[in-house]
């Protein structure tokens, strides 16, 4: 069983030391699963809680407790993934993140991070993080959320649909009962036709083409309304309010459509959660 850990993250910045992971006793590089994961954090108890949760999973990892050796550890040790904190103490991560992508945009980086501005959180998805997670946050969601993406990660590799998602020549998205198709504007569960309007469909058409990517609220004003409208981020969640209680079968409990608390939304990529029969 696992257990779920909910803990707050004092800010210590005496707290400078760098420490080291040794290889988990039952894996072996090599090992399909012993991916190699960064975590710059400098916050010690968030940091071995990560990195006992991770290496139970079967990751190797390395935790590096400043950000320049953190960068450099980035350089030698080209992990598979990079968990990083914001706050640091010689260094911003967001400037970490920036770095990174100047000259890499593969390496998947989760944001992880007690600041609470939304502003943040939204610089920190557009500066190239693949996922932003708030302190406080359960470690069993934060390792479930890696799962995923390696699975993810392995299914695009080998061609192999992990999603087992279809989109058709027309663009028409299918996903289990669910299909989305662009050409006629039409939303269809289990073959019946969802009535939905424009707003709405271009919305669900928007998340559903990324499935698993986290939009904010900003993000889905500019991309279907085509402008920044300061303080209009709310009506996004009348829409999707809207579109749960049209689609979903429990609107308290989305299956499609997920929130992604303090950030937006994204559209569910993980089909095994699906109940749907
Ligand atoms: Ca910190």
């Known amino acids: 069983m696992v257990q779920e850990i909910h803990y707050t993250v004092k800010t210590n910045r005496q707290n400078n030391n760098k420490f080291k992971s040794e290889l988990p006793v039952n894996a072996k590089p090599g090992d399909h699963q012993m991916r190699k994961i960064l975590i710059i954090e400098d916050e010690q108890d968030t940091a071995s809680v990560l990195k006992k949760s991770l290496e139970a999973s079967q990751y190797q990892t390395i935790v590096i407790g400043q950000g320049e050796a953190g960068l450099k550890a980035y350089k030698e040790e080209r992990p598979d993934l990079l968990i990083l904190d914001l ?101 269809t569960v289990k073959d ?37 409208w300061d303080g209009f981020e709310r009506m996004i969640d009348s829409h999707i309010k809207r579109i749960r209680s049209k689609l979903e079968k429990n609107s308290v409990h989305p299956e499609w459509i997920e929130t992604i608390w303090g950030v937006g939304y994204r559209f569910n990529d993980n089909m095994d959660r699906y109940t749907f029969s």
């Open 192 to 228: 019946q036709i969802i009535n939905i309007s424009r707003k709405e469909f271009d919305i669900l058409h928007l998340l559903a083409s990324s499935p698993g990517k986290v939009f904010s609220r900003e993000m889905i004003l500019e991309a279907i309304w085509g402008v920044e």
């Open 87 to 187: 706050g640091l103490p010689d260094m911003d991560g967001m400037d970490i993140c920036r770095t990174i992508r100047k000259g890499d945009d593969a390496t998947p980086i989760f944001i992880l991070s007690a600041r609470t501005e939304e502003i943040d959180r939204v610089m920190g998805l557009e500066l190239g993080a693949d996922d932003y997670i708030t302190k406080p946050f359960s470690i069993r969601e934060l390792r479930a959320r890696v799962d995923v993406f390696f699975r993810r990660w392995d299914a695009s590799v080998s061609k192999n649909s992990f999603a087992r998602s279809t989109i058709t020549s027309d663009g028409e998205i299918i996903r289990g009962p669910l299909k989305i198709d662009p050409v006629r504007r039409r939303v």
